[in-house]
């Protein structure tokens, strides 16, 4: 092999690497449930192309309300499951949706879509 060849598989290598990575690579983003004048506590999900914030932190022992405001028209993305809870919702798209859960003892609590293509963690501490 020549240089070239060695420059030009070296390369590519590394741009087959940077796609995979950029499609596969689990992106985050965290918040913190804010306590309303109620003493519930809220957040707020983005759903466009994924949950934004995917990672919301709670204090445990309080009732939690998270407003998901779906911003595409992917039927993937029209329903949300919080299966530890036993609570799904449809999200109609450009509309904010609430959903309530209850009180939580400390631990992770998946949500994600009816495809489970849209993953997001609830966090209660």
Do not use: N
């Not at 070296?10 to 596969?24: D, E, Q, R």
């Not at 993305?77 to 209850?102: C, M, N, Y």
């Amino acid at each position: 092999m020549t240089i070239d060849q060695i420059l030009v598989t070296v390369v590519g290598a590394l741009a087959i690497l940077g796609v995979g990575a950029y499609f596969l690579w689990p992106r985050t983003s965290e918040a913190r449930a804010v306590t309303t004048s109620s003493g519930d506590q809220e957040a707020l999900i983005l759903v466009k192309g994924g949950y934004s914030p995917d990672r919301i932190v709670a204090e445990a022992g309080k009732p939690i309300r998270l407003l998901f405001r779906r911003e595409e028209s992917s039927a993937c993305s029209e329903r949300v499951v919080f299966p530890d809870f036993h609570k799904s919702a449809f999200l109609p798209q450009g509309a904010v949706t609430p959903i309530e859960l209850p009180p939580a003892k400390p631990g992770e609590y998946q949500f994600h879509c009816q495809m489970v293509m849209l993953r997001g963690t609830l966090v209660v501490r």
